[in-house]
């Protein structure tokens, strides 16, 4: 059943402070909650008091020390009820037994590889204590834990450690005391044998903190990375946020067993173990720019989530969407900020683009949920990011800082709304901020269509953009959004040309409010190429009547680096789906001869910054093509294209990119810096032109860099390229690298990836024949995410296989995992979020597997609320 916004009404209790005594056993864990309750002045009178539980067994209940009959209760798996609690404040004592071993759901408190963890958001808390389990009840926690000595030597828990000590029996306990009120979801406890790698923060105000990192023994040498992560980020939020660290600790725990990422539980951020473990030898370039982001955002959510929360889980975007713009914001300061922007705006097309035109599109704030899980989304993460930037965009920095200063202030301490955030920027910036708002409301990506003409006698150019949102679930009809489109007119020169409209300077932001919106620029002697929606001003699907000359030029002169890269993507994917079209009406390819041009510049040695050269060298995705065609997609067509264009620009690039190869691959020790990052990126940017279609040449120069790699992001670079092509060098490197690694189960998920990845005919028999192989655990959701997931939702010609077999597959792991990992399950579903584009005999294909699953017995409300979605 649904939960809707509308429906919300506060709590008719509030906890003001809990207790909790954890006795950890691995099969019968025994909580006992000590709550203070009170009536809150703001609920309904005369209430029950109903606590919520989750596959709970009940040991006993008290209130002020007295033990509860049956008959003053209700109690289920999923519900604690007194109808007649006092109707003043009450100390309300619950005991529960839990059996953490068998929670394969990796939701409250579980128990792997010998250590307990905790995951309680969004509705976690509720499977280790019965409790008003929403994010607007706010309580102080003190949290006693005991455990084994010998197997749980470590005890963990949110805030400042008071005591520890022997329990007894071999026994130890540990209490904790976390002075910030929180909601039940950012509670946390870890309990284990773990290796502590630590070091000391001095906060702005002079107060020192510990930080520490917890990873299994062992692995102490990987943890440094992220420690210093965490100590980057807790500078920059202080410098850019004026956000300081407020508790003695601050923890980072990497775990084995994890649904998703990491988590922000105050004073205790647990993480999953790849986003914390990193050295030259096991991370690429990649994880460790991953790892520094993660550790950021989690640290971020200190403020933006913690010491403000949400109100309710439809306002997630709150939280969610404000710490993605701040930990964009820290990779942009602390690496190459053009590149990051194009990148996540890369990754925001492939996974929110997507995501917005399909069956499961939602506004960034929800109206209704049946499963708040599967609302950790793109849209709601991704988006809700690109709206704050707008935001900034729309009301100028200062604004945008004077509306953060008071927001920490008004609500430091509080559940907030949307409404709250938003005011706080209407008020400082005077403006009203009221159509803004439909960036929240209003599923679907807007699209804009521009067209543009110069009048060589009045010299004027006029730009016309016309704005639509299409219709999404539940929302036929759209109203026009306010769309900041930041504007430059670029001369024959290369430079901007000012810009003035009714005699006077204007923009260069200019939001666009109305369904079409005209502007006139004056004085414009020459006709310019238009430089729109610079540094992706907003989150819009855009076309123009821009020509691939104006575009070619744009992509040579444009000051802004973001457009640069955007204008030679836009020639790129035009040419990919006219090689498209040709290919399905059997004409023959047509060539862009002077996209080579583009592309040469990357690699010409002239080029310093290697990063960006790397984008610009990157093809749109076979996905970006398919959003492009938009319906009646074939994924077999598409890879095709795009294979056509990498080996004709292979070709007619083959001397400079040999020569580009052979300058970067020489290099000294390896450093995760981005300026060293950006060269291998660079060189391997090169090496898969250079092996594309399996060239016996490129594929030498893999072979030699994978043998000769002294760092991991070589090596898998060059399996990576290795293997999209059936070779012996593939075969061979698979092997060795199975052979090197085969005890580390997060470099077998990489080799995982790589194999279920591969756009080839066998890949689907593969991915099975390895499921069933020892280095699988199909309990283990970076395992599956390794495998299936990247099958599933990487793989677009082999998930999309025209027999079929690839979305059966899918669907049949989800089945599989609905009863033991629900939450990972409706992930992997996550695949079919496009099915309805594809062309009609692969639409049918994936429509009757989503059939398959939602006709299965014993859905889960994760599972079941995807395929119904889906399905529409
Ligand atoms: N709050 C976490 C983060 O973004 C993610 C929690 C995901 N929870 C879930 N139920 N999927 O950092
Ligand atoms: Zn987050």
Known sequence: QLVRLADYRPSDFLIDTVDLDVNLDPHATRVTARLKVRPNPEGRENAALALDGDELKLVSVAIDGAELEADAIEVSPERLSIANPPRGPFELTIVTKIDPTANTRLMGLYRSNASYTTQCEAEGFRRITYFLDRPDVLAVYTTRIEGPTDETPLLLSNGNLMETGPAGRGRSYAVWHDPHPKPSYLFALVAGDLAKVSDTFVTLSGRTVAVEVFVEHGKEDRAPYALDAIKRSMRWDEEVFGREYDLDVFMVVAVSHFNMGAM???????????????????????????????????????????????????????????????????????????????????????????????????????????????????????????VIRMLKVLIGPEAFKAGMDLYFDRHDGQACTIEQFIACFAEVSGRDLGQFMLWYHQAGTPEVTIRTAYDAAAKTFTVTAAQRVPATPGQPTKQPAVVPMVTGLVGPDGADMPLVIAGAPAGPVFALTEAETTLVFEQVPVRPAASLFRNFSAPVKLSTDLTDDDLLFLAKSDSDPFNRWQAGQTVALRNLVARVDAQRAGAPAPEEPRLAEAVARAFDPSETDHAFAAQVAALPSEGDVAREIGEDVDPDAIHAARAALKLDLARRLAGPLAAAFERLVDEGPYSPDAASASRRALKISALDYLAAGGAPDGVARAKALYDGATNMTDRIMALQVLSLSASDARDAALADFHDRYKSDPLLIDKWFLIQASAPLPDTLDRVRALMTTPAFDIRNPNRVRSLVGAFGSGNPTQFNRADGLGYAFVAEVARELNGTNPQVAARLLGAFKTWRALEPVRRGKAEAALRAVAAAPGLSPDVGDIVRRALG
């Open 264 to 386: 922000e539980n105050k004073g205790l951020n647990v993480f999953n173990d790849k986003y914390v473990l990193a050295s030259p030898e096991t991370a690429t370039d990649g994880d460790y720019a991953n790892i520094e982001a993660i550790i950021a955002h989690e640290y971020f959510h200190n403020w933006t989530g913690n010491r403000i929360t949400c109100r309710d889980w439809f306002q997630l975007c709150l939280k969610e969407g404000l710490t993605v713009f701040r930990d964009q914001e820290f990779t942009s300061d602390t690496r190459s900020r053009p590149v990051k922007r194009i990148q996540d705006v890369r990754a925001l097309r492939a996974a929110q683009f997507a995501e917005d035109s399909g069956p499961l599109a939602h506004p960034v704030r929800p109206q209704a949920y049946a499963e708040i899980n599967n609302f950790y989304t793109p849209t709601v993460y991704e988006k809700g990011a690109e």
